[in-house]
């Protein structure tokens, strides 16, 4: 390093997996230097971290936290990592955009990698199981939408509060109540039938039970139309924004299939199939008893950047993972198995997952960790 130029040394420590850089700053001081104090990437130059984002596993024991774990997968490298605990006393924890979040009792935020909780000010309507993601407003700050949850008051579930619809402003530490969901998503069944996606200033909402779908505007705070997207033969389905596309990832048939969604029309093109020896892979071949229209209800997918992760949340199953690089070499999409995690693994009764973009600069300084790359903890 000390005959290259600090352009050329960012350029190829850039492209070097963050467990690896992790490593080299034990190298020397020198190294150190240069490695913590990497620059972001321009927006039109994105590094491979950047369009590679990690898969993070929470684990959650209801009755002993000391059982508790979380583990993220960085795909560069191919390997999982053993994260510390998130040393929040709550179980309803929601992943977006390198941070965690605690939505019930108190709703709090925290960086991924290294935990230090911040509160905010009471929400409206706590939630348990919401949507939510980190967005930046017009003016250049950032916010976070929550959507839906359930609120649950003397064991009943209040299904106008179901479909409210919360703004927080970091800076103000305010909450704005706005438009609830549509009419239309009343008719869930249950909360957890929802799943959204972030994608070119709107936030998407799709309801596994009744296939509706509809977007909620960044700017405007309206919502659309509600539409209805069901490919032929779906059961079940995943909402992501994967590599400047609307992706759909759900389960048709004996197949799980991932679809580009136009916006506007809806209309649905697919854009790859897992191999079928991935897909049986992710579920517990020895349950002959299990009916064959329940074997693979425990699949869940996430996705961001150029990559899709579907994996099987039943504790009972060590959490097999599969991941899809989408238009990679030759614009095609590949599949390949996620490495299994590191032993020992413990039973847990709910599992958190989510996937995000994670920097140099969240591992050494995680003191400066913002949302939206603006607010400060």
Same mark, same amino acid.
């Given at each position: 390093?000390?005959?290259?130029?600090?352009?050329?040394?960012?350029?190829?420590?850039?492209?070097?997996?963050?467990?690896?850089?992790?490593?080299?700053?034990?190298?020397?001081?020198?190294?150190?230097?240069?490695?913590?104090?990497?620059?972001?990437?321009?927006?039109?130059?994105?590094?491979?971290?950047?369009?590679?984002?990690?898969?993070?596993?929470?684990?959650?024991?209801?009755?002993?936290?000391?059982?508790?774990?979380?583990?993220?997968?960085?795909?560069?490298?191919?390997?999982?990592?053993?994260?510390?605990?998130?040393?929040?006393?709550?179980?309803?924890?929601?992943?977006?955009?390198?941070?965690?979040?605690?939505?019930?009792?108190?709703?709090?935020?925290?960086?991924?990698?290294?935990?230090?909780?911040?509160?905010?000010?009471?929400?409206?309507?706590?939630?348990?199981?919401?949507?939510?993601?980190?967005?930046?407003?017009? !003016?250049?700050?950032?916010?976070? #939408?929550? &959507?839906?949850?359930?609120?649950?008051?003397? @064991? %009943? /579930? *209040?299904? +106008?509060?179901?479909?409210?619809?919360?703004?927080?402003?970091?800076?103000?530490?305010?909450?704005?109540?706005?438009?609830?969901?549509?009419?239309?998503?009343?008719?869930?069944?249950?909360?957890?039938?929802?799943?959204?996606?972030?994608?070119?200033?709107?936030?998407?909402?799709?309801?596994?039970?009744?296939?509706?779908?509809?977007?909620?505007?960044?700017?405007?705070?309206?919502?659309?139309?509600?539409?209805?997207?069901?490919?032929?033969?779906?059961?079940?389905?995943?909402?992501?924004?994967?590599?400047?596309?609307?992706?759909?990832?759900?389960?048709?048939?004996?197949?799980?299939?991932?679809?580009?969604?136009?916006?506007? !029309?809806?209309?649905?093109?697919? #854009?790859? &199939?897992?191999?079928?020896?991935?897909?049986? @892979? %992710? /579920? *517990?071949? +020895?349950?002959?008893?299990?009916?064959?229209?329940?074997?693979?209800?425990?699949?869940?997918?996430?996705?961001?950047?150029?990559?899709?992760?579907?994996?099987?949340?039943?504790?009972?199953?060590?959490?097999?993972?599969?991941?899809?690089?989408?238009?990679?070499?030759?614009?095609?999409?590949?599949?390949?198995?996620?490495?299994?995690?590191?032993?020992?693994?413990?039973?847990?009764?709910?599992?958190?997952?989510?996937?995000?973009?994670?920097?140099?600069?969240?591992?050494?300084?995680?003191?400066?960790?913002?949302?939206?790359?603006?607010?400060?903890?």
């Amino acid at each position: 390093f000390n005959t290259l130029n600090t352009d050329v040394t960012e350029s190829i420590l850039s492209h070097l997996p963050i467990p690896s850089l992790v490593r080299f700053t034990l190298v020397s001081k020198l190294w150190r230097s240069i490695i913590t104090s990497l620059p972001p990437p321009p927006p039109p130059h994105p590094s491979p971290s950047s369009s590679s984002p990690w898969l993070f596993l929470f684990g959650i024991h209801n009755t002993c936290s000391f059982h508790n774990q979380s583990f993220a997968f960085d795909p560069l490298s191919n390997s999982w990592l053993r994260l510390p605990s998130s040393s929040s006393s709550s179980d309803h924890l929601v992943g977006s955009d390198r941070f965690l979040f605690t939505t019930a009792p108190r709703f709090s935020f925290s960086p991924i990698l290294k935990p230090n909780w911040r509160f905010t000010s009471p929400v409206r309507f706590p939630r348990i199981n919401p949507l939510l993601s980190v967005f930046t407003a017009r !003016s250049g700050s950032s916010k976070l #939408i929550l &959507v839906g949850g359930s609120s649950r008051i003397g @064991g %009943l /579930v *209040d299904i +106008e509060e179901r479909l409210a619809v919360q703004i927080y402003d970091p800076v103000l530490d305010s909450w704005e109540l706005c438009s609830p969901l549509p009419a239309d998503f009343r008719s869930g069944q249950d909360h957890q039938t929802l799943t959204s996606a972030l994608f070119r200033r709107r936030f998407y909402v799709f309801d596994n039970y009744s296939y509706f779908i509809s977007s909620f505007c960044l700017d405007s705070y309206t919502w659309s139309d509600v539409q209805t997207l069901k490919p032929p033969g779906l059961s079940f389905a995943f909402l992501n924004s994967c590599n400047g596309m609307l992706v759909l990832g759900g389960m048709c048939g004996f197949s799980f299939n991932l679809w580009r969604i136009e916006e506007g !029309s809806m209309e649905f093109s697919e #854009i790859a &199939v897992m191999p079928e020896d991935l897909l049986f @892979g %992710l /579920v *517990d071949n +020895e349950d002959e008893e299990e009916e064959d229209s329940n074997k693979f209800r425990s699949l869940k997918c996430v996705g961001s950047g150029n990559l899709v992760y579907v994996f099987n949340d039943d504790c009972h199953k060590k959490f097999p993972a599969c991941v899809c690089e989408i238009g990679g070499e030759n614009g095609k999409c590949s599949w390949r198995r996620v490495p299994p995690l590191p032993s020992p693994v413990n039973k847990f009764h709910k599992v958190v997952s989510f996937c995000s973009t994670v920097s140099i600069s969240d591992v050494f300084h995680p003191e400066d960790a913002q949302i939206g790359g603006l607010i400060r903890i």
